[in-house]
């Protein structure tokens, strides 16, 4: 007789092959989820629901720990305060994106002005919530976060350089240039770029900014966008001739060298 073990939950169904029954599984693989927020209620709160409903979990008190906790296990996920003791979620967020550029990170906080939230996307975020926050809305986000990464991991691979005009993006190192001078954006300013780039002289409404470079979860109503536009433009226009980045009032930005 043969055993086997998996470390995976696994669904049986019996179905028939030439008339005779035959037992088929599909394995699903846990997802692992890395908690780090210091008040014990809110962490326990998180720990029980999240694994009710499916994922497993590992819970850090400080930024310290939490850190510790990333570098030595692995993690499909991680939710992270940004208030807390040893090191701000900030600083934590800016050092697993140096360990791991593409795992999900997803702020959870009661810091909810603006500039928090931009703060919190420079550090290299993938989505932000507000304390109190209603736990059917966490478990969506987490799922949309999940489905990205999954999509993003079976895609074809990009290409090394995405070059328009004078503007050159090495994704492999991150690096974006401009007439040679190297210019240093923030996580979230590089992937508006990189996703305006390969969509070059075409408008690009906000709506699909918001869908395609961030998720579709915060107030869309806010100025965000915006923000980073201006932001690129400086880093991007401000010290050339040739302007790249343009506004299309009432419909959304286009990145051309040809004025509007």
């Known amino acids: 007789m043969l055993h086997f073990f998996f470390s995976t939950p696994l669904e049986f169904s019996l179905i028939k092959y030439k008339n005779r029954p035959c037992l088929t599984y599909s394995i699903y693989y846990y997802v692992h989820i890395l908690i780090i ?136 190192r991150r690096e974006v240039m401009r007439q040679g001078n190297l210019i240093r954006l923030s996580p979230k300013e590089y992937n508006l770029l990189t996703y305006m780039v390969q969509n070059a002289e075409r408008v690009i409404s906000r709506i699909e900014i918001a869908e395609k470079v961030w998720n579709t979860h915060f107030d869309t109503g806010t100025n965000f966008i915006d923000v980073y536009i201006n932001y690129l433009r400086k880093k991007i226009d401000k010290d050339f001739e040739t302007k790249l980045i343009h506004t299309k009032p009432g419909i959304g930005f286009i990145l051309t060298d040809e004025k509007p």
């Not at 499916?54 to 940004?82: C, E, K, N, P, W």
């Not at 931009?118 to 304390?131: C, N, R």
């Open 37 to 172: 927020e210091d008040d014990k209620r809110v962490a326990d709160l998180l720990k029980t629901g999240l694994e009710e409903n499916g994922y497993h979990t590992m819970v850090a008190y400080d930024g310290a720990m939490g850190l510790r906790l990333f570098q030595s296990h692995s993690f499909q996920l991680v939710i992270s305060d940004i208030i807390l003791p040893k090191m701000d979620g900030f600083e934590l967020c800016k050092e697993i994106r140096k360990a791991n550029p593409h795992i999900p990170v997803l702020m959870l906080t009661a810091l909810g002005s603006t500039d928090d939230k931009l703060d919190g996307f420079d550090a290299g975020a993938d989505d932000y919530m507000v304390k109190p926050f209603d736990f059917r809305e966490l478990n969506a986000r987490i799922k949309v976060l999940l489905k990205r990464k999954a999509e993003a991991t079976v895609s074809v691979v990009a290409p090394e350089k995405l070059t328009y005009k004078d503007l050159q993006i090495d994704t492999n």
